[in-house]
């Protein structure tokens, strides 16, 4: 049975936490020039395939029109992923944010695996019986 102690828990979020605000204090904040996703996934959730012209604006390029209305050509898997984002803001989020938020966790997840196949031994206390 797999028992954590304190030290591996305290270090894997100081981690998580020193690279998400790492990534935030090093990036800059990016404009809305990229948030085609988020603009599909909010539509997704008024019951629309695509953007109206009234909402679209003119930096998003990559945007295909049709028949009145502009489409997505991303994934169908990057515009569900920001269905919860969605869900919580009406206007694009700070993406930079959500991209440090999204690296800490990253760290975070590594450490932990990393743990657990054993890179880091002196780190973890393991329960053999």
């Excluded at 990016?30 to 930096?59: C, K, M, W």
């Excluded at 695996?113 to 019986?129: Q, Y």
Aim: glycine share 8%; with cysteine.
């Amino acid at each position: 049975m797999k028992k954590y102690n304190i030290p591996e828990v305290s270090i894997s979020i100081t981690l998580a936490l020193s690279a998400a605000l790492i990534f935030y204090f090093s990036t800059n904040p990016p404009q809305v020039h990229g948030d085609y996703t988020f603009r599909i996934a909010g539509a997704l959730l008024r019951g629309e395939l695509g953007l109206r012209l009234n909402e679209f604006p003119s930096f998003l390029s990559e945007m295909i029109p049709y028949e009145g209305k502009y489409y997505s050509a991303f994934p169908l898997g990057s515009v569900i992923s920001m269905l919860p984002i969605a869900l919580l803001f009406h206007e694009p989020p700070p993406v930079h944010v959500i991209i440090a938020l999204i690296a800490g966790a990253c760290v975070y997840f590594f450490f932990q695996f990393t743990n657990l196949i054993g890179a880091f031994p002196g780190i973890r206390d393991f329960d053999v019986g």
